[in-house]
């Protein structure tokens, strides 16, 4: 059973930092392209960022490039999200995803709230 646990949400200022994880087992985590998608309050799902199996290739949203970075550890089994610069406009809940475009498992997501 493909299990996902995200990390590393919580509230932040407007400028602040997060970094997400996100724990994967029951399946061969080095061998999955992965991904973030984010879903703001009264929104649909947002694709935010994929990233291959090897972690040599990744993807952004443009509404996060420069600020995001997606990174993947296949000996921890486990799928990282760094945010800098926040802006009230990241404000959503956050889940990993088991394919690099958003499609598949989905864990059970962490809250990031960037306000004032």
């Known amino acids: 059973e493909v299990q996902l646990v995200e990390s590393g949400g919580g509230m932040v200022q407007p400028g602040g930092s997060l970094r997400l994880s996100c724990a994967g087992s029951?399946?061969?985590?080095?061998?999955?392209?992965m991904s973030w998608v984010r879903q703001a309050p009264g929104k649909g799902p947002e694709w935010v960022s994929g990233?291959?199996?090897?972690?040599?290739?990744?993807d952004y949203i443009d509404a996060v490039k420069g600020r995001f970075t997606i990174s993947r550890d296949n000996g921890k089994n486990t799928l990282y999200l760094q945010m800098i610069s926040l802006k009230p406009d990241d404000t959503a809940l956050y889940y990993c995803?088991?394919?690099?475009?958003?499609?598949?498992?989905w864990g059970q997501g962490t809250q990031v709230t960037v306000s004032s």
């Open positions: 995803a088991t394919t690099r475009t958003g499609w598949g498992d």
């Open positions: 029951g399946f061969t985590f080095s061998s999955r392209d």
């Open positions: 990233i291959n199996a090897g972690g040599t290739s990744t």
